[in-house]
C-alpha cells in the first residue's frame, strides 16, 4: 500500500510549483487530484480569459494527469468544483459537459475566492 506520485505530462518547468502538494496522488487503486486550474503547464503561466476559456485548459490539465495515471475521465468519480463567480455556473458546466459524457460524475460546485486571478478550479477523484 505505498502511494504514488503523478506529474502532469506537460509541465517543462519542474520549479514551476504553486503550493505543497501534488498534482495527483495514486493509491490502492485510486486517483487523488489535487484542484487544477486554467494553468498553461508547458510555459508555466495562467490562462485568463472566459470562463469557457479557463474551463477547458482546467479539464485539458485533469484529462493530462488522469492519462498519466492510466484513466480518462470516464474513471472519474468525484469532483469538487470552485468558481470565482457562482453566475459563470452556467457557462461552465456547458464546456464541463463536453468532457464528462454517459455516467457524469457525482459533482459539488460553489463560489470561491480564488488565488491568481483565476475563474475556476476543480479537483477530482477517478479510480484507476
Not at 6 to 32: C, N
Not at 84 to 102: Q, S, T
Not at 110 to 115: E, F, I, K, N, R
Request: net charge negative.
Amino acid at each position: 500500500m505505498s502511494k504514488k506520485q503523478i506529474f502532469h505530462p506537460e509541465q517543462t518547468d519542474k520549479d514551476f510549483v504553486i503550493g505543497a502538494y501534488s498534482d495527483a496522488v495514486a493509491i490502492d487503486g485510486w486517483l487523488y487530484l489535487s484542484g487544477q486550474g486554467p494553468v498553461d503547464f508547458s510555459t508555466g503561466t495562467f490562462i485568463s480569459g472566459s470562463i469557457e476559456e479557463e474551463t477547458r485548459q482546467t479539464l485539458h490539465n485533469i484529462s493530462c494527469i488522469l492519462k498519466a495515471a492510466g484513466c480518462t475521465m470516464d474513471d472519474v468519480l468525484k469532483c469538487s468544483v470552485h468558481l470565482a463567480d457562482i453566475k459563470d455556473w452556467e457557462r461552465f458546466n456547458k464546456v464541463y459537459a463536453e468532457y464528462f459524457k454517459g455516467i457524469r460524475p457525482a459533482r459539488i460546485a460553489v463560489q470561491s475566492g480564488l488565488g491568481f486571478g483565476i475563474k475556476i478550479e476543480l479537483d477530482a477523484i477517478a479510480r484507476i
